[in-house]
């Protein structure tokens, strides 16, 4: 099993503020999903990576994949109490080609 | 409207009684996946399915399991469920599975969440 370490657990910012959340392995993956879940909800999916080093920005959400393909970070600039929820972080496994191994979550809170 | 709707939403029932959580999906996907999810434990895999008649254990296989006689649905079975399978259960479904390097374009779609409560 290929653990994934997700920190920190939880994130509390006021609007306008940046925050970064990450994502840490010491297996290698060979591709990586962000998520985001809201209470009652099921998980959507924001990203996937795929290539080491990679970085990807949908608006003003960054996401980049380590060099190593064993970690990874979302950065949120000027957070909006809209960016409130559960992010997730999920590693596709090299040795399988159906699991997926998902971190634990980190909890953002955005106040107005 | 893409769509993974799982059945019931809510349940609680009573230790040893079998029970089964349904899934079906309508995008003629051939990956499927079943989640638990507990707090502070993230999701965890119970078990996945490449295609038809296709299914492999994930990291939380005890105590479920699994069918696939149809691309569409992929129903979890709890023979005697007991108090420690109290939780939240996520069904997933995309075209490819995530080792595919083509993951990168691909969707992967939750339903809902089925709580379920055993005592």
């Known amino acids: 099993t290929q653990l994934l370490e997700q920190s920190p657990q939880f994130l509390s910012i006021q609007e306008g503020e940046n925050l970064t959340v990450y994502c840490n392995s010491s297996s290698v993956f060979s591709s990586l999903q962000w998520y985001r879940q809201e209470p009652g909800e099921g998980p959507v999916l924001l990203v996937t990576?795929?290539?080491?080093?990679e970085v990807k920005k949908l608006k003003r959400l960054t996401f980049q994949f380590g060099d190593a393909r064993k970690d990874s970070s979302l950065h949120i600039t000027a957070a909006q109490p809209g960016d409130t929820g559960l992010y997730l972080c999920?590693?596709?496994?090299?040795?399988?080609?159906?699991?997926?191994?998902f971190g634990a979550g980190t909890q953002v809170v955005v106040t107005p | 409207e893409a769509q993974v709707t799982q059945n019931p939403r809510y349940l609680i029932t009573v230790t040893g009684k079998k029970l089964t959580v349904t899934c079906s999906q309508n995008?003629?996907?051939?990956?499927m996946s079943w989640y638990r999810q507990d707090p502070g434990l993230g999701l965890r895999q119970i078990y996945y399915?490449?295609?038809?008649?296709?299914?492999d254990k994930g990291d939380v296989p005890e105590g479920y399991k699994v069918s696939r006689k149809e691309k569409r649905n992929f129903p979890l079975i709890l023979e005697s469920p007991s108090p420690n399978q109290t939780s939240l259960y996520f069904c997933?479904?995309?075209?490819?599975?995530?080792?595919?390097?083509?993951?990168?374009?691909?969707?992967?779609?939750f339903g809902e969440g089925s709580w379920l409560t055993v005592v």
């Open positions: 995008m003629n996907h051939e990956y």
């Open positions: 399915s490449m295609n038809v008649e296709v299914t």
């Open positions: 997933a479904s995309s075209l490819i599975p995530p080792r595919d390097r083509g993951f990168s374009g691909n969707t992967i779609y």
């Open positions: 990576v795929v290539t080491g080093g």
């Open positions: 999920a590693g596709a496994d090299t040795d399988s080609w159906g699991k997926l191994q």
